[in-house]
């Protein structure tokens, strides 16, 4: 796992269905890493309001997640691409979000791209951290933001996932460079 930060003081400040778990043998055929399969099952990945959705069939079952934080998979069972072999994982933004059961890396298919799958995580740590970021950094209304405000969240997002892996804003990356542009949280 590359990003070592308390997970667990993450998982209690998060309300009731806003981690999105995998079911525990769902895990384990996806992730061939133990800890990173592990992961996913007791930890997941962050709805953080509806920027990623976990596929209906792959997740754990509990009565507190959103109606809408579930999602119907775009074919059923791993796709074969130029990259290997990708399973979906769920909705992210405006794309399908996918593990690579080779090595657990993830990718995206972006409609609104000109790639067909990106790759924009060495791993779901990475995945989970920033998408729990982007809504941790988010200012609230109550701050009153302006477009200084939505700069200084952009930079501080940047910063603290590319600590951890520089995939998702490397050169090239366009994925999270588009959700950025496209997405200001004022």
């Known amino acids: 796992m590359l990003v070592r930060i308390d997970w667990q003081a993450i998982a209690e400040e998060t309300p009731a269905g806003g981690l999105l778990r995998l079911r525990p043998d769902a895990a384990a055929r996806i992730f061939p890493d133990e800890d990173a399969a592990r992961f996913a099952a007791e930890f997941g990945i962050p709805h953080s309001g509806g920027l990623f959705r976990l596929l209906a069939d792959l997740a754990e079952g509990d009565p507190a997640y959103p109606d809408w934080a579930l999602v119907e998979p775009l074919a059923p069972g791993p796709v074969d691409t130029p990259h290997g072999k990708l399973q979906q994982l769920g909705e992210l933004y405006k794309g399908y979000v996918f593990v690579r059961l080779s090595d657990g890396t993830i990718w995206v ?75 200001p949280m004022l």
């Open 109 to 183: 298919s972006d409609p609104d791209s000109e790639t067909e799958y990106e790759l924009i995580h060495q791993d779901l740590s990475s995945l989970s951290y920033l998408v729990y970021k982007v809504a941790a950094e988010r200012p609230g209304p109550e701050e009153d933001p302006d477009p200084n405000d939505w700069a200084d969240v952009e930079e501080i997002i940047r910063e603290d996932a590319t600590a951890w892996d520089r995939l998702p804003f490397e050169s090239g990356a366009h994925f999270w460079e588009m959700y950025l542009e496209d997405h």
